[in-house]
């Protein structure tokens, strides 16, 4: 099963808008990973030195069993790309909404180039990590709600993997 977290933060270092650069520390840190978009600590902790994009990947695991027999979980996805409203020094209706917009037509560009790249990998490059991945069914949406200053844009897919259902004797004290 990929690590999607993984395969994600190397998409945030191709990408040119995010250049997420882990090696530089916290002035080029561009990727996070979280549990909800209402806890993100360390994306807060970097707060100053965030880029104006940034990408965050909610590492909690929900899935369902599916297929027939049930021998696949349906994993979902959560992404959000974080975008920081610009130019509003001044609480001015017109300029904020804008600048609202504007980071919110940011975010929504951003998480298409991240579907496309992703749906490039696995049709066109033949990633068969990414096999199973649901992009009919994917979603963006802006969250209504500004995060000091950052608004967050969530992109959610589902991908089905294969269930485990043989017993891995070697991860076991005992077996009855």
């Not at 610009?86 to 804008?98: A, M, P």
Request: net charge neutral; hydrophobic share 40%; with cysteine.
């Amino acid at each position: 099963m990929i690590r999607m977290d993984e395969y994600l933060e190397r998409w945030a270092s191709k990408y040119k808008l995010l250049s997420h650069q882990p090696e530089a520390g916290s002035k080029g840190k561009r990727f996070y990973r979280i549990d909800a978009i209402t806890s993100v600590p360390s994306f807060l902790a970097n707060l100053a030195n965030a880029g104006q994009v940034s990408l965050a990947y909610v590492t909690q695991f929900d899935a369902v069993l599916a297929g027939q027999g049930e021998k696949f979980l349906m994993r979902e996805h959560r992404v959000f790309v974080l975008v920081k409203q610009q130019g509003v020094d001044v609480q001015n209706g017109v300029t904020e909404e804008l600048a609202a917009a504007d980071a919110k037509a940011v975010g929504a560009e951003v998480a298409q180039d991240l579907l496309a790249y992703i749906y490039n990998d696995q049709k066109r490059n033949g990633n068969k990590d990414l096999e199973g991945i649901d992009f009919k069914g994917a979603s963006i949406f802006t969250t209504p709600q500004q995060f000091n200053g950052w608004w967050p844009t969530e992109v959610v897919f589902t991908q089905m993997q294969p269930r485990i259902l043989c017993v891995n004797r070697e991860k076991y004290k005992t077996l009855p």
